[in-house]
């Protein structure tokens, strides 16, 4: 069977979609397997993810692979994602490289070893020159821990209480210099943020579905992005006004 064309303008294709990876665990618990291998199914289904965000034209994908809350899970279970993370970078570095994707990490690198915190920065300066894809892998994510940490920087950089501006507070963000998600999708069909992109999806459309992530495939995606391309997004003004604009 041949796969169903994108059915959407190329002005109404998202620049950057942003992803909440959630139910591996009970796509595992479903078929009686351990939750690892849900992570592990995740983990496969990632790359015709990827595959099929070149394929649509998308720019820019970030994607939530572990949270700062994540750490509480059972050691077992945060030792497993630690082993996924560098088996990913070993095992699909040079095939992302080869396809124009280039890596980039938002969150913090700190709580991993140092040989895995080597990794992944050689992989980022590996891809740096890459510009088919941009994939933020958001690792140790926190959009709580990423505002506190602009903050942070902000009062160290010696800023003017009068500088500070939504502008200034973008370019202090793990994101700063890539455009704001247009859509955020989250699988699992739980309707809350956890902590993610909390800044940056003021104004992004959210597309949830049912669906557990391993099974999200081509087919589902290319329905969140017709679905998304029938969208009035107005942030806040009414439809006339925005008529001719790119707001
Ligand atoms: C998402 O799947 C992956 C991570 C959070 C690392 P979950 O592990 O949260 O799966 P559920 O929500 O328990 O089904
Ligand atoms: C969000 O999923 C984090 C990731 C997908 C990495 P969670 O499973 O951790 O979120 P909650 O606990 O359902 O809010
Ligand atoms: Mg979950």
């Not at 995606?221 to 003004?237: H, M, N, S, T």
Request: hydrophobic share 40%; aromatic share 8%; with cysteine.
């Amino acid at each position: 069977m041949t796969d169903t064309p994108l059915n959407v303008p190329v002005d109404k294709i998202p620049r950057h979609v942003a992803i909440i990876m959630d139910g591996n665990g009970r796509w595992a618990n479903q078929r009686g397997l351990p939750r690892l291998a849900g992570h592990k199914a995740g983990t496969e289904n990632l790359r015709r993810v990827i595959r099929a965000t070149v394929e649509f034209g998308v720019k820019y994908l970030t994607i939530y692979a572990f949270s700062t809350e994540n750490w509480g899970r059972p050691p077992e279970e945060v030792h497993g994602l630690l082993g996924i993370l560098q088996d990913v970078i070993d095992r699909e570095l040079n095939e992302l490289n080869q396809e124009g994707v280039q890596l980039r990490h938002i969150g913090r690198l700190e709580r991993l070893s140092p040989s895995l915190q080597a990794r992944v920065l050689k992989a980022i300066d590996l891809t740096r020159n890459n510009d088919r894809l941009i994939l933020n892998i958001a690792w140790n994510y926190g959009g709580r821990d990423e505002i506190v940490c602009a903050i942070q920087k902000i009062i160290k950089d010696g800023i003017a209480p009068d500088d500070v501006t939504d502008s200034l507070v973008g370019k202090y963000m793990f994101t700063a210099g890539a455009p704001d998600p247009d859509l955020v999708i989250r699988t699992s069909g739980e309707l809350r943020v956890s902590n993610f992109l909390i800044w940056q999806t003021a104004y992004s459309e959210w597309y949830v579905t049912p669906t557990f992530w391993p099974d999200f495939d081509r087919e589902e995606y290319r329905r969140a992005l017709e679905a998304f391309a029938q969208r009035d997004r107005r942030y806040g003004k009414v439809s006339s006004e925005l008529e001719g604009s790119n707001a």
